[in-house]
């Protein structure tokens, strides 16, 4: 099962997310009270769990969820291999992929402090279909269009 594993939200962009217990999504906006929530394409990051270990077998033993600037940091779901236009249900709430990866910001408090910076490489964006509560713990689901159609009448 594909899950959230910690959600984390900054004042700020390009600095370390803290983790949080609960998020109110926003349709067409993202996160309440997160830097990176707007009316633009990326309004919530997800980076899995499987990205962040990758850069703990090199020795960065010391990474913590948000330190990618990730609002969501998930398990068991491969997220940079799904094509933009892919629509998940994240707990009660319903995602549009809209773009993997990015370009780093330069002078980035992530690559300075960890030495690389894996979220442009594997991490992904998406715009808020439905919004509603998220919670660690919550439930992913890649949905078809029919169902998509389904849940958003």
């Not at 609002?71 to 997220?79: A, F």
Request: aromatic share 4%; net charge negative.
């Amino acid at each position: 099962m594909a899950k959230i594993l910690a959600i984390n939200i900054s004042e700020t962009k390009g600095v370390i997310k803290k983790s949080v217990d609960e998020v109110m999504l926003i349709e067409d906006f993202g996160i309440e009270n997160d830097a990176h929530a707007g009316k633009w394409h990326r309004q919530v990051s997800l980076l899995g769990q499987e990205s962040v270990d990758k850069m703990i077998a090199k020795g960065l033993d010391h990474l913590v969820p948000g330190v990618f600037a990730e609002n969501l940091t998930t398990e068991g779901i491969i997220l940079y291999e799904l094509p933009v236009g892919t629509v998940l249900q994240i707990g009660e709430t319903v995602h549009e992929v809209t773009q993997i990866g990015k370009e780093c910001h330069t002078g980035c408090e992530i690559k300075q402090i960890t030495g690389d910076c894996v979220m442009p490489r594997e991490g992904i964006f998406t715009k808020v279909l439905k919004g509603g509560i998220l919670k660690p713990g919550d439930e992913i689901v890649v949905l078809d269009k029919k169902e998509e159609t389904f849940i958003m009448k």
